[in-house]
């Protein structure tokens, strides 16, 4: 009998993990003939990574204000603007079948109980405080005391038990702490759950790259003229991402010229001009809820320069100089190791330029990779994480320079690249890793 997958497929022709391999992406669609993404295993699956965090952690529940956390353990979606904004939660008690959802009243409560039946009824209306004045103090003891009948009910010792809290605001840890709530950091057990990714997760995430692929293409190929203006770009993007069914685009951020030095993280009505480079960076939510995240820098109506070709290679050098490193058993030193010296080293701190990152339901979800305190605190890199990776060339004087960035899987030999837009031939092919980033695709292209 053949061996099955991790997804029940046999693994005689694959030869590798379905969610594994870069070029066998499922449909965004259901069907009868298909396995497809398992939308129920993947509920499941999330689920039960956060239980098992609470068991390491020894938390004997986590109440939760953080979207992508409410998202990741009751599987409900109601629109980005609700996240983080303190008017839903959610509070998983250890034993406990499923989370009970606090859900903002009225027609967004109603929707959760039809469109959640897996939460079996446990949706109830939550308690928003935030915004009311002077009856701030009335209404978050209020939303306290939901939470603490959850507790109660399923017999969790909420004064003598550890309860762990994932973001706080000040009202709300004054309002439990006075009802002898005894509050714990659940930070790091949500995290620790959702760097490593399920199967299901991945194939997600491999269908956002797919999209963002598309992007890339039509921006090379179709939409990138002199003439026009960066926020053109973006709204094109924008409009490609919304009909392939994205969630939410989160930012699409385009710099042209001399917005690329220094580098300015968002868009303007800058026209753009022949020989320009033109930096485009993709975060947006996919159709099954998760990010991609992702930096091609392009040259417009114009041969590259012999310096702009350098720094092109300077930064796909580097960026692929720390991707390799994204093997398990490695750490994240490995990765930090190999990004240049930059503001992170001079300042002690993330400039989000030389580094990489967790993706996921979040743009920014869990491990954070930087030479500003990876080289010092090592964290150990672990099958099924799944990062963004990405660098910069920074250099004070240059009239417009590079980046680049690649979403990578940590495949069980090694990082396996998500991300399929080509780079630019002639900046690369004399690279020492271009074949390594062709390999890592799936793709060895000389051989």
Known sequence: MAQLSKQGMPLDFLQREHYQSPRRVFSQTGSDWQRRVDFDRMRKDRLDRAKAM?????????????????????????????????????????????????????????????????LEGNIRPAITWKWSETAEQMMVNRMADSVIDVLKEQKVDYQKGRIGIDIMDIQAFNAFTEKGVNLVNAWGAMSEARVVKTPEEIECLKISSTIGDTCMWMIRNEWLKPGVRECDITAAVNDLLYREGFDFVYDIIVASGGNTSPYRRWHTDKMIRSGDLVIVDINAIGPGGYFVDYVRCFKC??????????????????????????????????????????????????????????????????????????????????????????TFAGHPGL??????????????????IFTGMAHYDECIKDSP?????????????NE
């Open 54 to 118: 609470m068991e390491k952690h020894n938390l004997d529940a986590i109440v939760m204000f953080k979207g992508e956390n409410i998202r990741y353990t009751c599987s409900v979606f109601q629109g980005n603007w609700k996240n983080n904004i303190f008017i839903r939660y959610a509070v998983l008690c250890r034993g406990a079948k499923t989370p009970v959802l606090f859900e903002t009243a009225g027609s967004d409560l109603e929707c959760a109980r039809i469109d959640a039946p897996w």
């Open 301 to 390: 109506a114009g041969e590259w320069t012999k310096r702009e070709k350098a720094l092109y290679r300077e930064v796909y050098d580097s960026m692929y100089a720390g991707l390799a490193e994204l093997k398990p058993g490695k750490t994240t030193r490995d990765v930090a190791s190999k990004f240049p010296v930059y503001a992170d080293d001079k300042y002690g701190t993330v400039t989000l330029q030389q580094f990489a990152h967790s993706i996921g339901l979040d743009l920014y979800e869990g491990m954070w990779i930087s030479r500003a305190y990876s080289l010092d605190y090592p964290v150990e890199i672990k099958e099924n994480m799944y990062f963004a990776i990405e």
């Open 399 to 416: 009239p417009q320079t590079v980046r680049l960035e690649e979403n990578v899987l940590v495949g069980p030999d090694g990082p396996i």
């Open 433 to 445: 890793y271009y074949d390594f980033s062709n390999k890592s695709r799936g793709e060895a292209r």
